[in-house]
């Protein structure tokens, strides 16, 4: 391939192009590069890899997993490959390894929150792609991965609640995962823009789950100088506070305003309808199915790292304070 590319006067990401029938090459140059195939009597080797896309989950309980799995399985139609599901479980939990994903032999791997060294060194070794989706680590600057603009979403979010008049928003934050901290410094950002002191009793670091956003709003909600406004760093944590604001006799949004991330579908449907940022997570994940087997194709790529853009969804659980 490589002295097809250098004969033809072109890459060999676009010999590639024309072995496997792909579009993006003039009709002039894809006719010169198959009269060298032809003329040289080059053939493909024979696939070693599966037809599947590997789609790597810690565990399957989030409430997102669906919105991922619906994306990857778009781009995966669209390219003609299939999805194989896999949970590895968490930290010592038996359960699948990436030594069963390599014996698989996937087109790529996508793996959801984070790899190991040791896992993207197995998967290097044996010359599979992979893409990690919404990391919630550091990764190294030649992993691919795909996010989300997580420091704005956090802006936005905190932006709107001031703009509706509150002065006392407090935020139940996560675990010190970069996504997290990117939210959280996008909440102090939009204070510090609008002249509103920070007050470190205003925000609770919790887990990022219904129980823990309950408690931490049992916490927030139980003061006498409590906040008017409470914003999440994931869906299911505000719909804790909904809990904690029910059980303490509080309205939403008439006593209390609530801003959480991520759009899950069923936010939508609670009562009040949560106000959110939209993390596009099928768009995400198609991203990520795309920049993989754009990998393992052996094409040019851009960036190895991509994030996509939040939106702000306003729904019924914010309105200005009681005067």
């Not at 989950?57 to 299939?82: C, P, T, Y």
């Not at 040791?118 to 919404?134: A, C």
């Not at 991520?262 to 309808?273: E, I, K, Q, S, T």
Request: charge should be negative; include cysteine.
């Amino acid at each position: 391939m490589a002295y097809i590319a250098e004969s033809a006067g072109v890459s060999v990401p676009t010999v590639s192009k024309v072995l496997n029938g792909r579009s993006g090459v003039s009709d002039e140059t894809r006719a010169r590069i198959e009269e060298l195939i032809q003329r040289y009597g080059y053939r493909k080797p024979p696939k070693n890899r599966s037809n599947l896309v590997e789609l790597v989950f810690r565990e399957l309980e989030s409430m997102w997993a669906v919105e991922i799995i619906r994306g990857v399985e778009r781009a995966a139609r669209r390219n003609k490959v299939g999805v194989l599901v896999s949970e590895f479980g968490l930290y010592d939990t038996p359960a699948r390894t990436i030594d069963e994903t390599v014996g698989r032999r996937p087109q790529c791997v996508l793996s959801v929150a984070w790899l190991s060294e040791h896992e993207r060194d197995q998967l290097k070794t044996k010359g599979i792609p992979f893409v990690v989706f919404d990391p919630n680590g550091e990764l190294p600057d030649d992993v691919p991965f795909v996010g989300a603009t997580n420091w704005r979403g956090g802006q936005a979010a905190t932006r709107h609640l001031i703009d509706l008049g509150h002065r006392r928003i407090a935020m139940i934050t996560g675990p010190d995962h970069p996504f997290c901290l990117a939210r959280s410094s996008g909440y102090v950002s939009a204070l510090a823009e609008a002249g509103l002191p920070m007050d470190p009793n205003l925000m609770v670091k919790t887990l990022l789950t219904r129980e823990d956003g309950y408690t931490a709003a049992r916490e927030l909600l139980a003061r006498s100088d409590r906040p008017t406004a409470v914003f999440t760093a994931n869906d299911m944590q505000a719909l804790g506070v909904y809990q904690a604001a029910r059980e303490l006799g509080l309205s939403i949004p008439e006593d209390l305003s609530v801003v959480g991330f991520d759009d899950v579908p069923a936010v939508a449907w609670v009562d009040p309808p949560l106000t959110t940022v939209h993390q596009p997570l099928a768009d995400m994940a198609v991203a990520a199915t795309e920049l993989a087997l754009a990998l393992g194709r052996g094409e040019d790529v851009p960036q190895v790292g991509l994030e996509i853009a939040t939106t702000l969804t306003i729904r019924e659980s914010t309105a200005p304070p009681k005067s």
